[in-house]
């Protein structure tokens, strides 16, 4: 069977790359190497801040391309693709149903995502443990309204059942805004015309690479649109339903590190494993 004429490479990272231990795992970095000799850009795609992924990558950071903050801020080379802000007045408005749902009892609290830094006023321990997965470079503030940065996503965090504790309340702000549960505990809060799909496009005009050329992983709500701007769109086996009904092929789990797996196939490296599915919906 012949090789695919991959130019580009999009991948989620919590529950799709990294491991159940939230590692990137050691056989991605010989692929790396091998991906960037060949000229296939390789984009990690992720609710993470940029600060952080390019702390996760960083022996490799300048070769690769970034997708951060859920498709609101994109770079390639260190320069910027597209990035998308929110007008303060809806920052505002988020944060008072935010508040008021921690006055009703909910365990909740708050990110704003700028650019270059991501800012929270929770300081308990527990949460900033949360938070410190995702943002790399974060401040603590004493009143979230008074920062000046311009917002580029609004992150919420809950340690109960964020679709049924916060989401709804969080819902009037559809359609005018992205609302989207970006995993079992968060929801994030983006411009309506921003996701990680049109950021892969952006790429994709960016770098002269088509659909046919990408390749997108995911396993969750977020990673949707991703996953249509790619023909070789894999859900990994750990995948939410809805991923695994849009994806067109499988992958095993993040756990059997099937994102390597299915990466090693595609370059046609051989992997000793038949687990790939390349079951069409």
Not at 65 to 71: L, Y
Request: hydrophobic share 40%; net charge negative.
């Amino acid at each position: 069977m012949s090789l695919p004429d991959l130019r580009l490479v999009a991948v989620d990272m919590d529950g799709t790359l990294l491991d159940e231990h939230g590692h990137v795992p050691d056989r991605l970095w010989h692929l790396l190497h091998m991906m960037h000799e060949r000229g296939i850009a390789f984009v990690p795609a992720s609710g993470r801040q940029y600060a952080t992924l390019r702390n996760t990558f960083d022996a490799v950071a300048d070769e690769l391309s970034f997708i951060a903050e859920n498709g609101t801020y994109v770079v390639h080379d260190g320069h910027e693709v597209s990035s998308s802000t929110l007008e303060p007045s809806f920052v505002r408005s988020v944060l008072d149903d935010v508040r008021r749902l921690a006055r009703e009892g909910v365990d909740v609290g708050v990110v704003l995502c700028g650019k270059d830094v991501a800012y929270t006023d929770r300081d308990d321990e527990p949460f900033l443990e949360e938070t410190a997965k995702y943002y790399f470079s974060r401040e603590t503030v004493r009143d979230l309204a008074d920062h000046n940065d311009d917002v580029i996503k609004i992150a919420v965090f809950e340690f109960g059942d964020i679709e049924r504790d916060v989401e709804p309340a969080l819902a009037r702000h559809r359609p005018d805004h992205q609302v989207v549960v970006s995993g079992g505990h968060w929801v994030d809060i983006m411009a309506a015309d921003v996701n990680k799909g049109t950021a892969l496009r952006a790429l994709q005009r960016a770098l002269d690479v088509t659909p046919a050329q990408t390749a997108a992983f995911g396993d969750y709500l977020n990673d949707l649109e991703m996953l249509e701007a790619a023909d070789l769109s894999y859900a990994v086996a750990n995948a939410h339903p809805e991923i695994a009904r849009v994806a067109r092929f499988r992958a095993p789990s993040n756990a059997e590190q099937g994102v390597i797996t299915v990466l090693e196939q595609l370059l046609g490296l051989e992997t000793g494993t038949d687990r790939i599915s390349a079951a069409r919906r």
